[in-house]
C-alpha cells in the first residue's frame, strides 16, 4: 500500500489543542441555521465540532486543512496511523476529495446515501494527507442526518470526521459522552439528542479487486452482495495496536473498549447460561463488582445475584442492542464494575456488527459456554489485569 509523506499533529510532548467547548442543542429534524453558520465558521477557522451523525457522535475537521486533521489525532490520541472518513452532504462532492472514481462508487451511493456506507476511493490531492493517514486512498460518506448535511452544505467543505470519543473508549451515541471524553479540546458541540442507529458505518473498499468491506457496520452485507457478488470481507482482526503498515487501517483488536475488562461469551442454548450465572456469582463471591451486559430475555438469569445490569433490550430486537451498546458500556464504566461479562449474539444480520464491536471490546476474550467453565482461570485473568 502506497504512503504519501504525511503530517499527523500529535506529538506526545506537544500541548494538546485546548477551548472552551459551547454546546448548543438542535432540533435533529430542523437545526438552527444560525449556528450551523457558526460552527462552519469554526471550520474555516481550524476549530473543531462535534456532531451526530445516524451512526454515532463524530469529531470533524475541515478536511483539507492539515492543522485542523491534525488537531482530531491529537485531542483523540488517535495514533497517526488511522485514517479518518470525510463526510459529504452531495454526491458530486465526490470529485472536490476523490479522483478515477469507478461507476459503482456512484451506484452504491445513489442506492445508499445519506446512509451508515462508507466507500475507500483513490484520493484527491486536496485532501490533506493526514486524513488518510498518509494513503493514496480517501474513505467518504453522506451521513443520513441532517445536522451533519447541513453543516457540510452551509461550510462548503469537506468534513474529516472520525468518532468523537478518547481512542479505544466505546464510540459516542450522545452529546454527553462526547463532553466526557473531549470537555476543552473541541470548539463547539452540536446536541442533536442519541444516534438512532449507534454502531460505525460499514467501509467498503472500492479500490481492492474484487471490492472488500473492511469493517462491518449500521449497513447490512447482503444489501451489498445483491450489487457486488463477489464481495470480499477483509480479515477482520489485526492484533497489533503498532506497527507500519496495517493491511487495513483502523482494524486494531483493541478498541471500542470499556475501562473493566469484557469478556465475551458464546452459547447456543439459553441454559448453557447457568454457567455464566455461576460465573458471575462466583466472581461476586470473590469481591469482585460485576457487570452485565444482557437482553431482558436473558436477564432473569442473573435476577437473584448482587450485580449491575445493563439492559440491552429484547433479543429479537438487534436495532435496539445496536442503539445501546456503546452507551451501556459507558455506564457501568461510570459505575466502576471490575468486569463485564456479555453473551454473543447470533453473527447474523446486525448481529455480526454488534458481535464485531464486543469481540473487539473483549480484545478476543471469547469463552464457548456450551462447555464447562473454568471459573478459577477466568478469575486469575481478571486478577492479573489487575496487578
Ligand atoms: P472512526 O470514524 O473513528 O470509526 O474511524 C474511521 C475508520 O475508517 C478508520 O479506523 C479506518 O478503519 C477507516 N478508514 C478511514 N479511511 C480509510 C482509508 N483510506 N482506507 C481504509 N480504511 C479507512
Ligand atoms: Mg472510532
Known sequence: M????CWSGWRKD??????????FTLDPQNPDPAVIV???????ADGLVAFPTETVYGLGANAFSAVAVGRIFEVKKRPFYDPVIVHLSDISQIEQVARDIPS????LAQAYWPGPLTLVLKKGPQVAPNVSAGLDTVAVRMPNHRIPLALVETSGLPVAAPSANLFTRPSPTSARHVLEDLNGHVDIILDGGDCPIGLE???LDLTASPPTVLRHGGLDLDLLRERIPHLQ?????????EGLPMSAPGMLAKHYSPKAPLLLFTAQTDAALTRLRDLASALAGRGFKVGVMTTMED????SDLNLEIA???SAADLPQIGRRLFAQMRRLDSLRVDVILVRAPAQEGLGLTIWDRLFRAAEGKVFDLDKPLEAEEIISLLVKKEE
Open 233 to 241: 470481507i477483509a480479515r477482520r482482526y489485526v492484533q497489533t495496536d
Open 299 to 302: 436477564a432473569r438469569h442473573f
Open 14 to 23: 506537544n500541548p494538546v489543542y485546548s477551548v472552551q467547548t459551547r454546546i
Open 2 to 5: 502506497k504512503r504519501l509523506p
Open 311 to 313: 439492559d440491552l433490550g
Open 201 to 203: 458505518s460499514t467501509i
Open 104 to 107: 459503482l462508487a456512484y451506484e
Open 38 to 44: 457558526q460552527a462552519a465558521e469554526r471550520l474555516h
